[in-house]
């Protein structure tokens, strides 16, 4: 494989590996939106906050990260999907604003919206945050409505706009495909899964843990559901198939399918990837005493997604179909950035293991200590 | 969707108000966030080496205020970073290439660095051991100012775009060295002024409040001590901060001559020019037209070239030199440069042409003016391609900034550094003679220097941004040609709902601010009627 292949190749892994990492996170606000049904009281509420506010800066760090990664490694997709589903991306990012600042200020005195309107910020978060981001990847496979001609730049005094929505509902049109409604909402039962779970794995308390592992059974069956319908519709799906030689982009039935089949790594991949998420989910379920099933569900999910973000950008596929002039479709060949900077933000990639070492290490050291009524209880002014 | 000419208009303009509304109000908290993260560093190291459980209490109470910051300039950060592409399409398509790999690496290296030990910074005491929480604290201080760094290496690009080489057929702007892109000399100056000026605004906030405390006669040691620290730090990096900004001085005057001429109201180039200390501007059609700018003008001869060129008798090109050129100095005028720009964009019309009908010839010989590496590149280059921008320009005059704006913004940046360095040697003073108390209308005046460190903090990004106008990339891309294409209605939806979400949440932090201002450092002994922010323990 050549090297700027491979770069492009590489880099679209590395999006796919943050995409994975950030459905994972993703627990957080699954936490949040069970604010009210797994914590019936103040206590138990600041529990709840306490143990996802340690994390939450996290996920949100790596959202922010994945967008950056993506303009930086595919700025055609930046430019195109930003700037075309202008009011999808918006509403993602209020409802991220509010997130931010309700940790810190929801039990400070004269907060000025008072208490509950904080934790309504993190539930409206907790619920749209994973819905929509669920939504908006949908797209990576059922494609948009927009046209892409670089060389509008040259139309002075005219329309310049390179990349262009040709619907006015400005990706609001991606609710109205069944198929993005499904990952959608298989994302946001998962994120409360995986919030269910970090509940049972963080918090030393007997009510939070029942509730919490009802709410495993709540959300594990539409999560299954949900996902499987995402899953075979897609596989029965057409794709958008790009010549590599040519660039020239055409349909293909079964495309995804054909995917599975021709990256068989990727198939394997992904059978394990949901199986541990299913048997991460069973091991809290079925034994009264198991608290360790993340350690199962959350690479289970990391490994799923990835696979998913493979399948819509590997084996010559266009990973953003335009459903509006299907030659403008975005490949990982067509909207890369160059070589150049692709070998240079590789050679910053090489830190990404040490990062990962240091968050892993600070997260160990700090969760040696399960959350328990007594801490909440404490004096500790830095207690959210 | 075919947008009208007014919209497309009012479309520019909605997205510049929406970006800068939205930088203004990150830029209210990211300073205290770059400072502040070092001051308590520095004061937890002392708790660390003396082990005086003083300093411990002191670094919680500042600490403390640094998370109620640090969570807002979060929640007004994320937006700026996705703005370049909702609002700003044909930019981030132009520029990503270069622009992306610094926000890339900003969230690799600096924004993982910062989230997860501020965690251990906040939550750890008790939890790890306490050299681990001090490196903890110096590691969010350093990602904080990491963070600063690669997001200003970008900014600095767009003032000053170096390391790079146009490409006709992805129609965008391509990375040629990194290193040029990171160590411009313009990324360097802008990272050092705009981070020490940061540190200095913390500086004085540290200060004002502690001047609160003693005016009130509450923890006068630690008011005391945390002057003496912030005023320390503060002196230090104004000093820097001074320096940079004389070198940025130096520098915008070989790159953005325009905004050097709006920053001074200079209208008629001269050599020997004067700095203009302060004046009272004219309207613009005066000056324009008079040899003065202004009213009651205090000026320092021959200031104004000695700062920008290091010589007394240079020459300083003013705002109708450069838009009417002056072919003695070698300038060109604008209707000039926009012929040029649009020969440059021609190319690009006629390599489009030449490739839909698949006219070979005519591609290669289109491909051939903009390589970089002929003769042929080099001087299509430097004739014409460098004026790619102001081919979309429809008028000379859209070149020159807002004057007023930047002139009066640039003077109360100015003015405030200056004041501020002599308040911190003043409070050193007073501190070492143990008459800071006594001296109460100084606290007063160090107490309300807070809103001015703001203002000033504001008024140099005025300057910076404003005056590049009309170009996001300096001579290469004017707003016009960077938006996206959204209806102006869409964008002023967002500009008002993010208004009023933003201006609610500053409320909401200036009163937590002052509230725990008022509730002051944890008790030493335990006093829960001080602490009434703490859990549901009723429940």
């Not at chain 2, 520098?251 to 001559?257: K, M, N």
């Not at chain 2, 109201?265 to 000056?287: D, W």
């Amino acid at each position: 494989m050549e090297t700027y292949l491979f770069l492009q190749h590489y880099w679209w892994f590395l999006i796919s590996l943050l995409g994975g990492v950030l459905v994972f996170l993703l627990f957080v606000q699954g936490g949040q939106g069970m604010l009210y049904t797994v914590g019936k009281s103040g206590v138990e509420r600041d529990m709840i906050v306490n143990a996802l506010g340690r994390k939450w800066e996290t996920t949100f760090t790596t959202l922010v990260t994945f967008g950056g990664a993506f303009f930086a490694s595919f700025p055609l997709f930046y430019s195109t999907s930003f700037g075309g589903a202008f009011y999808v991306w918006m509403l993602i990012l209020l409802v991220f604003v509010i997130q931010a600042v309700a940790y810190e200020f929801r039990r400070k005195a004269d907060n000025f919206l008072g208490e509950k309107t904080y934790e309504w910020f993190l539930m409206i978060n907790g619920v749209l945050g994973a819905l929509l981001l669920g939504v908006a990847v949908g797209t990576l496979f059922t494609g948009a409505n927009f046209t892409v001609n670089r060389l509008n730049l040259a139309n002075v005094g005219g329309d310049t706009a390179i990349s262009q929505w040709t619907t006015p509902w400005r990706g609001l049109d991606a609710l109205a495909d069944y198929r993005n409604w499904a990952l959608g909402l298989a994302v946001l039962f998962l994120s409360r899964m995986l919030g269910a779970q970090y509940f049972l794995n963080t918090i030393d308390d007997k009510s939070i843990r029942t509730r919490s592992r009802w709410q495993l059974w709540f959300n594990g069956i539409p999560f299954v559901l949900c996902f499987l319908l995402f899953l075979v519709s897609i596989m029965f799906s057409k794709g958008w198939a790009v010549d590599p030689s040519t660039g020239v982009i055409s349909i293909e039935p079964y495309k995804y399918w054909h995917n599975l089949l021709a990256m068989p790594a990727v198939f394997v991949a992904l059978v394990v990837g949901v199986a541990a998420v299913l048997t991460g989910i069973l091991c809290d379920l079925c034994r009264e005493e198991s608290t360790k099933g993340i350690w199962l569900s959350g690479p289970g999910t990391v490994v799923t997604v990835v696979c998913l973000f493979l399948l819509a950008g590997y084996n010559n596929t266009a990973y953003y179909p335009s459903l509006a002039d299907m030659q403008s479709s975005l490949t990982i060949y067509n909207s890369s950035s160059s070589e150049f900077t692709l070998t240079a933000m590789s050679i910053v990639s090489l830190l990404i293991p040490f990062v990962v070492a240091y968050i892993w290490y600070a997260w160990r050291a700090m969760n040696r200590k399960k959350i328990t009524r007594e801490e909440i209880l404490s004096e500790d002014e830095h207690l959210y | 969707m075919m947008l009208s000419t007014a919209d497309w208009m009012s479309v520019v303009d909605w997205s510049r108000a929406q970006f800068a509304m939205t930088a203004i109000y990150h830029w209210l908290f990211v300073p205290l966030t770059l400072g502040l993260g070092f001051i308590v560093a520095i004061m937890e190291t002392i708790y660390y080496t003396t082990k005086d459980e003083f300093w411990k209490r002191t670094t919680k109470f500042w600490m403390k205020l640094f998370g109620v910051n640090f969570a807002i300039g979060v929640a007004t950060g994320i937006i700026l970073e996705f703005e370049f592409g909702t609002n700003w399409s044909n930019y981030s398509h132009f520029v990503g290439d270069i622009f992306g790999a610094p926000l890339a690496i900003e969230g690799i290296m600096a924004f993982f660095l910062e989230s997860t030990f501020i965690a251990v910074m906040f939550f750890g005491w008790n939890k790890v051991s306490k050299g681990f929480h001090l490196t903890a604290t110096w590691l969010t201080a350093v990602g904080a100012s990491l963070s600063a760094l690669w997001i200003l290496v970008a900014n600095a690009w767009m003032q000053y775009p170096v390391g790079m080489t146009f490409n006709v057929e992805t129609a965008r702007n391509e990375m040629t060295s990194f290193w040029e892109v990171l160590f411009s000399p313009v990324a360097m100056n802008k990272f050092f002024h705009t981070v020490t000026s940061s540190y200095m605004l913390a500086a004085v906030f540290v200060v004002g409040i502690s001047a609160w405390f003693l005016l009130k006669g509450r923890e006068q040691l630690m008011a005391r001590r945390s002057m003496m620290v912030a005023s320390i730090f503060g002196l230090v990096f104004a000093l820097v901060a001074a320096a940079t900004g004389d070198g940025s001085g130096v520098q915008i005057a070989r790159t953005q001559p325009m905004k050097l001429a709006a920053m001074e109201a200079l209208y008629h180039g001269q050599k020997g020019a004067p700095l203009t200390v302060i004046s009272v501007l004219k309207p613009e059609k005066e000056r324009m037209t008079q040899e003065k700018a202004g009213w009651m003008n205090i000026e320092i001869p021959r200031m104004l070239s000695l700062m920008s060129y290091r010589d007394g008798d240079a020459y300083v090109a003013g705002i109708n030199d450069l838009v009417e050129g002056n072919p003695e100095r070698g300038l060109l005028s604008v209707e000039e440069k926009i012929e040029r720009g649009r020969v440059a964009i021609g190319e690009l019309a006629r390599y489009r042409q030449a490739k839909q009908g698949n006219d070979r010839e005519v591609m290669r010989e289109v491909l051939a003016k903009f390589d970089p590496k002929s003769s042929e590149g080099k001087t299509f280059h430097k004739e014409y391609f460098r004026y790619f921008g102001y081919g979309y320009l429809s008028s000379p005059e859209e070149v020159i900034p807002n004057v007023p704006l930047v002139y009066y913004s640039f003077r109360v940046m100015v003015g405030a550094g200056v004041f501020f360095i002599l308040s911190f040697l003043f409070t050193l003073w007073l501190l070492k003679k143990q008459q800071i108390e006594t001296r109460r209308w100084w606290l007063w005046v160090l107490l309300w220097s807070i809103p001015l460190a703001y203002v000033a903090s504001q008024a140099g990004w005025i300057v910076a941004e404003v005056g590049r106008q009309p170009w996001t990339i300096q001579d290469l891309l004017p707003t016009v040609a960077a938006v996206s294409r959204i209806d102006s209605a869409s964008v002023v939806v967002t500009f008002f709902l993010f208004v009023v979400l933003f201006t609610t949440l500053l409320i909401a932090e200036i009163m937590i601010m002052r509230r725990q201002v008022k509730i002051g450092p944890e008790p030493l002994l335990s006093d829960p009627e001080q602490s009434n922010d703490k859990t549901n323990r009723d429940e």
